[in-house]
């Protein structure tokens, strides 16, 4: 373990975090496609990669827990939450934004301007 420095340790943790993320997400509410599947794990990877570290440090801090976990542990927890809930949350607001998506305006007035003399 001596050979590996503690940044290496917390990216590591960060990866698996946001890898566990995305994969229970999409298996919590289970996509429409392959398309659909790609980028929620893509989204939920970065997510939690980018807040890991931040998002698991609130999380300890609200569940006093901040002086019983390592580092590596708090970016693990972190990076697994704020994956999850990442693309639940976005997913959630892309499928209510599909279900009730209003009909694009009505265009108005001549199309072809080139004509009008």
Known sequence: ???ISQA?????A????AVAGSAISIAYMLPRGRREAAIRFCVGVV???IFGTAAGTKIAIALDADALL???EISLMGATAASLFSW???GMVARLSAQ???SPP??????NRSNDK
Request: aromatic share 14%; no cysteine; hydrophobic share 40%.
């Open 1 to 3: 373990m001596s050979d």
């Open 8 to 12: 290496a340790w917390i990216w590591s």
């Open 14 to 17: 960060k990866g698996v975090g």
């Open 47 to 49: 997510t939690g990669i």
């Open 70 to 72: 390592s580092p590596v």
């Open 88 to 90: 639940w949350g976005l």
């Open 100 to 102: 009730y998506r209003l």
């Open 106 to 111: 009505a265009r108005t007035g001549n199309k």
